[in-house]
């Protein structure tokens, strides 16, 4: 089965820049990349958190509200070449996670658009998420988000990506 993605131009230069700790989010940015004929980066931090994910989320929580945000250990591409970003990332109790949060801080003087995706297995609400991400994007213009399931929809990505 081939998906058809209906966009104006097939000629945009699409960054698909995700953060991922355990898999889930990684396997969904790969398929978007398929989806949008995009390049990925993956966001590398050097953290102390814990390995089971409760005993992480008070841990990055706490970091998150002392401003103690970690440094990404890889590289950011040059974005100035790119038309869009899609910025995804796990849900970290109810937000945007402290990796993707140091991303949006190194690219804050990007000109495009960016779109988050983002994943959870977990119960919350994707418009706090949305939110805090338009929050912490700043001046970037920020499009509306997909909320993705442990097992990506090629459709829906299609159709998500068609109407940004």
């Keep these: 089965m081939f998906l058809i993605v209906s966009k104006e131009s097939y000629h945009e230069k699409i960054l698909v820049a995700y953060y ?4 889930v989010t990684a396997n969904v940015a ?13 966001m590398t ?6 390995t089971f994910i409760p005993d992480a989320k ?3 929580l706490a970091k998150r509200e002392a401003n103690d945000i970690c440094q990404l250990t890889n590289k950011v591409p040059d974005v100035s070449k790119y038309d869009l970003i ?3 990332g796990p849900v970290w109790n109810d937000g945007v996670a402290n990796p993707v949060i140091r991303f ?5 003087d990007y000109q495009g658009k960016i779109a988050p995706f983002y994943t959870s297995i977990g119960a919350f609400c994707p418009c706090e998420y949305e939110t805090d991400f338009k929050r912490l994007a700043g001046l970037i213009k920020v499009e509306k988000g997909l909320n993705c399931t442990v097992e990506p929809n090629m459709q829906e990505i299609g159709r998500w990506y068609a109407a940004l």
């Design 20 to 23: 991922s700790r355990n898999g």
């Design 86 to 88: 899609l910025v995804g």
């Design 30 to 42: 790969e398929h978007i990349a398929a989806v949008v004929h995009g390049d990925t980066y993956r």
């Design 58 to 60: 008070p841990v990055a």
């Design 104 to 108: 949006l801080r190194d690219i804050a």
């Design 45 to 50: 931090i050097d953290d102390d958190l814990p």
